[in-house]
């Protein structure tokens, strides 16, 4: 059975840095691309940053580049969103999802808020 468990959203300062972590298990994750995703109250779901099984190809969203990076440390099993400089326009639950026979697997979220 597959898991996503997200962790290290929490209020923050503009112009401040917080570092998300999402621990996988029940697949092979070495197997697969990982990415991240942000969601607003009444918004759609959105990509945020993507990254491939091997770690070698990332991309993030034009909203967010130069301040988030997409890593991932296959001996543990963990994807991270280091984000950096952070906006008011960050705030959001930020999730954990990997695709697994065309499925799309989701963790619980994690909120990121950024306020003075």
């Known amino acids: 059975q597959v898991h996503l468990v997200e962790s290290g959203g929490g209020l923050v300062q503009p112009g401040g840095s917080l570092r998300l972590s999402c621990a996988a298990s029940?697949?092979?994750?070495?197997?697969?691309?990982m990415n991240w995703y942000r969601q607003t109250p009444g918004k759609e779901r959105e990509l945020v940053a993507y990254i491939s099984s091997e770690g070698t190809n990332t991309n993030v969203a034009n909203s967010v580049k130069g301040r988030f990076t997409i890593s991932r440390d296959n001996a543990k099993n963990t994807v991270y969103l280091q984000m950096s400089n952070l906006k008011p326009e960050d705030t959001a639950v930020y999730y954990c999802n990997a695709r697994i026979s065309n499925i799309n697997k989701w963790g619980q979220g994690t909120q990121v808020t950024v306020s003075s």
């Open positions: 029940g697949f092979i994750f070495w197997r697969y691309g």
